[in-house]
């Protein structure tokens, strides 16, 4: 995770907005710095502020995960009545070896120095002379922001953020979400939290009434860090409760059904006003791990399934959700799960849905997400007992190609990339390996692979697998997907169009991402904890499948 992470270092340089007046007064400590709740590192901080606004920060991070040790060191300084930027300079070693950069501001431009080894890029960038600068893993650069950006409660602010190494304009917010108490690792405080969505990160800030940051979590890549030693306000930690189960309309039941010799774990839930046989869905996850409620084992990060279901529920639909092959409750092995093991998964709870009393058995429905759409898609070509099947950010082509885009679109967004750098990417080595070999395991940074995975992504046919279909069909796509990009969406809908198929609803949601939340498409707010699917999208969902049950 860590080599990941510094391999695409980025840079980011914040246009400068109103601050708070008074000058904040000089400030040092240390962050402690977890990595998927354990301690790896700490980071030791200084700022100096000067009469205007002016200031200078300095950071030395020093992070050891597994045998990766890395050592950062920087210094941002701002002078002159007008806060202008000065210098900034980085320095990081990974496992000694140094990347460096240098960025020094002059006239109306800044001249831009990047070491890393023997090969050093130099550029001159436009840029404004009251900018900031953000370094991933410098929580004292977050600090600064807090000093000098007024934050209105309730309310959001935008700025434009330059990255230095991607020479690339984006769009940055910041909200303010309202009292939340930190919970560090020696007590908890009173603070404010605050989001900040810094496009292809998303942040949760703690921060005190004197503006002092007190925690960062940073979900997306498994990060924490708070502040050591904080002597503030003391505050009651809220009561635990499980936020998935505390519907007073809902009935909740944990359940176990067999898939093969596997045992599967999950909830049904079902209105609790609601009698006689019920019509019922099994939601099919997306790839990747995730529990039953759709959140992501050690990164926290929720993508939204129970709050989708549990709207639909309310309805009066029975749902059943369930574990993903080893995560939470449920059997077997995340290494070993493949895409056609997602179908027979699927198959097994379409099977326990027929067994169940509250259940009217000819109106069940598949409701699958991503990959878990395309299994759908593949198991209600297959079965005849199935009524509808939607099908939300399926993909039109085979995953693999769906995940080469991925990577492609990834590295054109960091700057100018072709085929050189995408055959570096472990995507593509999983693939190429996947299709050139006939072998089962590989390893890639230091993981097993199970390439079959990769080979039945290769073999997939989506739109043969959809003119196979008798059920009733819904294509649901989000406009702003960033991972099943939008043309999927046509493009099966063209298909079934092309096919004379009359069971097929197409709807878009344009201003939805990949999970059905209203977004400006950036994978920052992933991390948001307040996503929740949109209202629009769950009415769609819910008013179809009550009429094609």
């Known amino acids: 995770m860590l080599k990941k992470l510094f391999i695409a270092f980025v840079f980011m340089v914040l246009a400068a907005a109103p601050a708070y007046g008074a000058d904040p007064a000089d400030d040092n400590g240390v962050f402690k710095i977890y990595y998927l709740g354990e301690l790896v590192g700490a980071e030791k901080y200084t700022i100096r502020y000067t009469p ?261 529920s309310r309805t009066g639909v029975v749902v059943l959700r369930y574990d993903d092959r080893g995560v939470g409750e449920s059997g077997g092995s995340l290494a070993t799960e493949t895409f056609s093991a997602r179908v027979d998964d699927a198959a097994a709870a379409v099977d326990f849905l027929k067994s169940r009393p509250e259940v009217d058995p000819k109106r069940i429905g598949l409701v699958g997400h991503g990959e878990g759409g395309n299994a759908a898609l593949v198991l209600a070509g297959k079965r005849k007992d199935l009524s509808a099947v939607a099908l939300l950010a399926a993909s039109a082509i085979p995953l693999d190609e769906l995940a080469l885009q991925q990577a492609r679109k990834r590295l054109q967004q960091q700057g100018p990339a072709g085929e050189d750098e995408l055959k570096q990417t472990p995507i593509y080595i999983a693939i190429s390996r996947a299709r050139e070999t006939d072998t089962k395991w590989t390893v890639i940074g230091r993981k097993n692979i199970n390439l079959d995975l990769f080979r039945e992504w290769g073999a997939m046919t989506p739109k043969k697998d959809l003119v196979k279909v008798r059920a009733k069909v819904l294509i649901a796509q989000g406009g702003q997907d960033q991972q099943v990009f939008p043309e999927n969406g046509e493009a099966l809908h063209d298909a079934a169009q092309a096919a004379g198929m009359g069971n097929v609803t197409y709807e878009k949601f344009p201003k939805l991402d990949h999970f059905f939340v209203r977004s400006r498409g950036t994978i920052g707010e992933y991390s948001d904890p307040d996503r929740r699917p949109h209202p629009d999208f769950v009415r769609t969902l819910s008013e179809w499948l009550r009429e094609n049950l």
């Open 52 to 312: 205007g606004g002016g200031y200078t920060a300095e950071g030395n991070t020093s992070i050891k995960e597994d045998d990766t040790k890395i050592e950062m060191l920087n210094e941002l300084v701002f002078g002159g009545e007008k806060v202008k930027l000065e210098t900034y300079q980085a320095e990081i070693f990974i496992n000694d070896l140094p990347k460096k950069l240098a960025l020094k501001f002059d006239g109306a431009k800044a001249q831009v120095a990047i070491a890393t080894g023997t090969r050093t890029i130099q550029k001159e960038i436009e840029l404004l002379p009251t900018v900031m600068v953000v370094e991933p893993l410098s929580f004292h650069h977050l600090k600064i922001i807090l000093d000098r950006y007024s934050i209105k409660v309730g309310g959001v602010q935008r700025f434009y953020v330059f990255k230095g190494t991607e020479l690339k304009a984006v769009d940055v917010t910041v909200e303010d979400r309202g009292p939340d108490p930190a919970v560090l690792s020696y007590g908890a405080f009173r603070a404010r939290r605050l989001f900040v969505n810094l496009d292809d990160v998303g942040l949760s800030l703690w921060v005190d009434g004197k503006g002092r940051l007190l925690k960062v979590e940073n979900r997306m890549q498994g990060y924490m860090a708070e502040l050591e030693a904080y002597k503030g306000t003391a505050a009651k930690v809220p009561d635990s409760v499980n936020p998935h189960e505390d519907d007073p309309e809902l009935i909740y039941e944990r359940v176990r059904f067999a898939s093969g010799e596997l045992t599967l774990a999950g909830t049904l839930t079902r209105p609790r006003t609601a009698s006689g046989k019920l019509p019922a869905v099994v939601f099919v996850s997306r790839d990747g791990p995730q529990d039953r409620n759709g959140t992501v084992p050690y990164s926290g990060i929720n993508i939204g399934t129970a709050r989708m279901m549990n709207d639909l």
